[in-house]
């Protein structure tokens, strides 16, 4: 998996939304990218619905838990944005990969 984050945007403005795809690995560094990328996003129109979709991205668990934060509290980082502007913002996660792992072989 390459390690730079690749983020695209898809707006609509007739709909009001914009989708924010993101590729690559995400760790609790690189996630503020992501975030300034958002905030830039949200700052096109106001009411702005915000999906990121990190669906295809090797997120980092702490990464993750930041940003479904940011989705519930509607507000992205204070270091991000220090004037808090609601920010309407839904996550889509990566599927989870299980990783099946063999029972141990007891010797009789």
């Given at each position: 998996?390459?390690?730079?984050?690749?983020i695209?945007?898809r707006?609509?403005?007739d709909?009001a939304?914009a989708?924010?795809?993101?590729?690559?690995?995400?760790?609790v560094?690189?996630?503020?990218?992501?975030?300034?990328v958002?905030?830039r996003?949200?700052?096109i129109k106001q009411?702005l619905?915000?999906?990121?979709?990190v669906?295809?991205?090797?997120?980092?668990?702490e990464a993750?838990?930041?940003?479904q934060?940011?989705?519930q509290t509607?507000?992205?980082?204070?270091?991000?944005?220090?004037?808090?502007?609601?920010?309407d913002?839904?996550?889509?996660?990566?599927?989870r990969?299980h990783?099946?792992?063999?029972?141990e072989l007891l010797a009789?």
């Open positions: 998996m390459n390690s730079k984050l690749n695209v945007v707006v609509d403005l709909h939304k989708l924010v795809i993101a590729k690559g690995h995400i760790t560094h690189s996630v503020n990218a992501l975030y300034v958002a905030k996003a949200n700052s009411g619905y915000l999906e990121l979709d669906s295809h991205a090797v997120v980092d668990d993750l838990e930041q940003l934060a940011c989705s509607h507000h992205l980082p204070a270091l991000i944005d220090p004037y808090q502007k609601p920010c913002i839904s996550v889509l996660a990566p599927r990969q990783t099946t792992s063999r029972p009789a």
